[in-house]
């Protein structure tokens, strides 16, 4: 590619450049916290790999003085000021991480250290006025009005630990603060109705995969009155920038049943929340696409950073044009912006092939068509954020509110459920029904894992609402609660799972919206029609099931029915098939919910890629199902306990309930050795029995290649040492020997007599399983004849401790349970729990908690005025 590249030539340039697999990492989550918090932080940090198929960054940008003053006599004749923030930055790597506090700590902020500035940079003087100066705060996010006379931003004050909006004219007078409260409030942009579209925490939930809040799209007068959530997501909106239809382009994480580290792309909406869809990128892993804004006089094109992998501390990646015209998928459209250096941030199209941008302290002026970059500014206070042209421009157009607020619902249209991508092996008439799930928001995390929400599967509730029909010529219409978020599930006629939503649709109150069908190409209209069946009648209710709870619990729910019907043939005296149904616990999880998912008797997400084949997520892809009517030795369930089991599927097969469960009750035995030499490891007794008696059959080769049926006995990074597998299809794999004889079945918490450890190298005799037959070296048996061998005891004993600790920490299921502080502490500042409740003293159901903090996120209508 030429190092030189103009707006005009931008779209040729676009069109002919090879494919980009702007893929990141993906990392694979195991029931370790504090290891996978180590793996995303380093993924946050490091740069992901370049891919192979990534368009070639023009060679060396150079930094050549005088660019500026050249664009300032010319093009650019019009641009003199300019005013941008200077701040420390976050804490965290993560580019989401730099507000709030952290969730174990409310003392421990995310913001970086104290002191920020809003300035006003003169281009040709080079001369600097410090317009607001707060040693003690800090500002952020500044933009400027239509008008050029005002400058709005984010500004914690030195006293406050919160962000809010606030206003000041662009000579550093009238200050004036709009928002206020305990909330952040960030990113705001001008909206040309005179209104300020924001991301805030105003909506009240917590990072699904890490220890931080979360801010999603809100709206407000000019005055900061009439607040109100215009998202329905449960994970981050960041950056709107208006477009010049006047819609508002923003960055939407979110992970539906798929990799938490690889979906953060460009969203359009309605600036009143109508009309959501993807603009860019949804389809494709890796990268996060952030701080979006159109090129003047340059549409559909818009600049944007491109955050390796699962993206950088405060936005930092790479400078890229997007040209949307072939669709959200063609991600050959984004291709580098000549002269731009890497690591920066807060792009600025000035149009033509002049951009901003900051990095680090500095301010940089980037002409394109040089292919080089001038540093016009560097800030002697933090590094410099954010700078904005302080000059007149255009409104965008006015788009009409679409949705109403004295209404509770709205409706959406499916014209054909069978048109659409990866539908192959789908007949017209097969799906009869659309199940209705909705994700549930966190009030509070303490992991980048689901545990104990899910193993490697979903890490949000579910809530299953019930079903609507689909129609015999695929389309449905259906009327859903507003402003939440909704997944879509087609069944067919036996109600198991065809195809499932990998990311979740929402409407507005009043709003009607349409989809073409079932993850059909972005660039795609339904086809002409005179009249869908499912148009000829009011939208459907979504009708729920009767006597079974809309959000599953495993041991509350499912563990009753597999007692009743599996646990006979299924349990540590009789382990038919090397499975076990009962309810003893493991380090984590249940050995009855560990042992289902390990043998693919479940199928979920696997926190693994989006828009799967059909039949390859839920009910339809679950042997379970086919085990619950009599056919597998009698087990014939009634309806009731097979609805229960269907359900607890389809709502992303959890183990915990409650959102009270998170960061409780995880306990560890610590007796295996690690795989690695050179790993730092203290062993204890019951590691050198391991090593002694069982490692002479049972170690891992050092290259993971395990023989067929050889059982091998976990170490420390197991898991992360296979090579030739992705991460998602190591855990997939069903002969992964780390799975079958993982610590999670190896250990009982609850009988620790009955752990597998010892069971199996126990004689028969002595009640063990006498499995373990192999000679050692020197011909002696392994088998521990009774249970008053020493070694035996050895390995007893730390299991014993464990499970002593277990019965004093209590997990969720456990009678006497009571959350962690910092869930009543949120529940407490949500209004959930009264100011006075006392968790030492009160009683508190987690369920019934999780049940009231969600209802109240629910949209309430307004009276008409």
Not at 126 to 142: N, Q, T, Y
Not at 253 to 281: C, I, K, M
Not at 452 to 476: C, H, I, Q
Not at 788 to 812: M, V
């Amino acid at each position: 590619m030429s190092t030189t590249v103009s707006i005009a030539n931008a779209l040729t340039v676009a069109r002919a450049a090879r494919p980009c697999a702007v893929a990141g990492r993906t990392l694979f989550h195991p029931p370790s916290s504090i290891l996978l918090s180590l793996l995303l932080l380093c993924a946050a940090a490091a740069p992901a790999p370049t891919p192979a198929r990534t368009p070639a960054r023009p060679a060396g940008p150079t930094p050549r003085p005088g660019l500026l003053a050249a664009a300032l006599t010319g093009p650019l004749k019009d641009l003199r000021h300019i005013v941008f923030a200077t701040r420390s930055p976050g804490h965290d790597p993560h580019w989401y991480a730099n507000f709030g506090y952290w969730s174990e700590d409310e003392n421990k902020p995310m913001y970086g250290a104290p002191g920020g500035r809003l300035c006003h940079l003169d281009l040709r003087t080079r001369a600097v006025k410090i317009l607001l100066d707060d040693p003690r705060g800090s500002v952020r996010d500044c933009t400027v009005h239509y008008d050029g006379a005002k400058v709005l931003f984010s500004y914690r004050k030195g006293d406050s630990r919160y962000y809010n909006l606030f206003e000041v004219n662009a000579d550093g007078t009238g200050l004036r603060q709009l928002t206020d409260g305990p909330w952040d409030d960030i990113e705001p942009c001008y909206l040309p109705s005179g209104e300020i579209a924001f991301c805030s925490s105003r909506s009240k939930r917590w990072v699904s995969c890490w220890f931080t809040h979360v801010a999603t799209l809100h709206r407000c007068d000019k005055d900061g009155k009439n607040l109100r959530l215009i998202s329905a997501n449960i994970e981050h909106d960041n950056t709107p920038a208006v477009m010049p239809d006047g819609r508002l382009l923003y960055t939407r994480w979110e992970y539906v049943d798929r990799s938490q580290v690889d979906y953060h792309h460009l969203w359009t909406s309605n600036p009143d929340g109508t009309r959501v869809a993807p603009w860019f990128g949804n389809m494709h892993r890796g990268t996060v696409m952030i701080d979006a804004r159109p090129v003047p006089g340059a549409a559909p094109l818009v600049a944007a950073i491109f955050s390796p992998g699962h993206g950088r501390n405060e936005h930092v990646g790479d400078l890229r044009l997007v040209n949307p015209e072939a669709g959200p998928d063609a991600t050959a459209a984004a291709v580098p912006v000549p002269g731009a250096p890497r690591d920066v941030r807060d792009p600025v199209p000035l149009g033509g092939p002049f951009y901003l941008a900051a990095r680090k302290a500095q301010l940089l002026f980037i002409d394109s068509a040089a292919g080089a970059y001038e540093v016009i500014h560097t800030t002697d206070r933090g590094e410099l954020h954010e700078p904005a042209p302080l000059a007149p421009r255009p409104r965008e157009p006015i788009v009409p509110d679409a949705s109403d607020p004295t209404q509770a619902t709205g409706r959406l249209v499916l014209a054909d459920v069978y048109t659409g991508r990866n539908m192959a092996g789908v007949r017209p008439g097969e799906i009869t029904k659309l199940l209705v799930v909705e994700a549930l928001p966190k009030p509070v995390n303490f992991s980048g894992g689901p545990e104990p929400v899910s193993w490697l599967g979903t890490f949000n509730l579910e809530r299953v609402l019930g079903t609507v029909p689909v129609e015999p010529d695929g389309s449905a219409h259906l009327e859903l609660p507003a402003n939440r978020a909704f997944i879509l599930v087609a069944l067919d006629d036996r109600d198991r799972s065809v195809k499932r939503m990998q990311s979740f649709v929402s409407v507005m109150p009043g709003e009607t919206t349409s989809c073409v069908g079932c993850h059909e190409q972005r660039t795609q209209t339904a086809r002409p029609s005179a009249n869908l069946i499912a148009l000829r009648r009011p939208a459907s209710k979504v009708e729920p099931f009767a006597d079974i709870p809309d959000v599953l619990d495993f041991p509350r729910d499912i563990q009753p029915i597999l007692d009743a019907h599996c646990a006979k043939c299924h349990n540590y005296d009789k382990p038919d098939g090397g499975i076990v149904l009962s309810a003893d616990r493991g380090p984590i999880y249940s050995h009855a919910y560990w042992m289902l998912l390990a043998s693919r008797q479940v199928a979920d997400g696997r926190n693994a890629l989006g828009n799967n084949p059909p039949r390859t997520i839920g009910t339809g892809a679950s042997p379970l199902m086919d085990k619950l009517d009599g056919a597998h030795y009698g087990a014939k369930l009634d309806a009731r306990q097979r609805r229960t089991i269907w359900m607890w599927i389809e709502s992303g097969a959890p183990y915990a309930g409650t959102y009270a469960s998170l960061g409780n009750g995880s306990v560890g035995v610590h007796m295996f050795p690690p795989s690695k030499k050179d790993q730092p490891f203290q062993p204890s007794a019951a590691t050198k029995v391991i090593e002694r008696r069982c490692y002479t059959c049972h170690a891992a080769p050092i290259d993971f290649k395990v023989p067929a049926g050889k059982v091998v006995l976990p170490a420390a990074v197991d898991r992360f040492n296979q090579p030739g597998r992705a991460p998602h299809e190591r855990i997939l794999t069903a002969d992964d020997p780390v799975i079958r004889r993982s610590r999670e079945t190896l250990f009982n918490m609850t009988r620790p007599e009955k752990s597998i450890v010892l069971l199996a190298p126990l004689a028969k005799s002595a009640g063990g399983w006498g499995v373990c037959q192999a000679k050692s070296p020197a011909g002696t048996p392994e088998v521990f004849t009774a249970t008053d061998d020493p070694d035996y005891k050895l390995l007893l004993d730390p299991i014993a401790r464990t499970k002593a600790r277990l019965d004093e920490i209590k997990r969720f299921d456990m009678p006497g349970f009571r959350p962690r502080a910092q869930y009543v502490r949120e529940m407490k500042r949500f209004g959930i729990l009264p100011p006075t409740f006392d968790p030492a003293r009160d009683a508190l159901d987690p369920y019934a908690t999780d049940q009231a903090y969600w209802r109240s996120l629910w949209w309430t209508p307004t009276r008409k005025p």
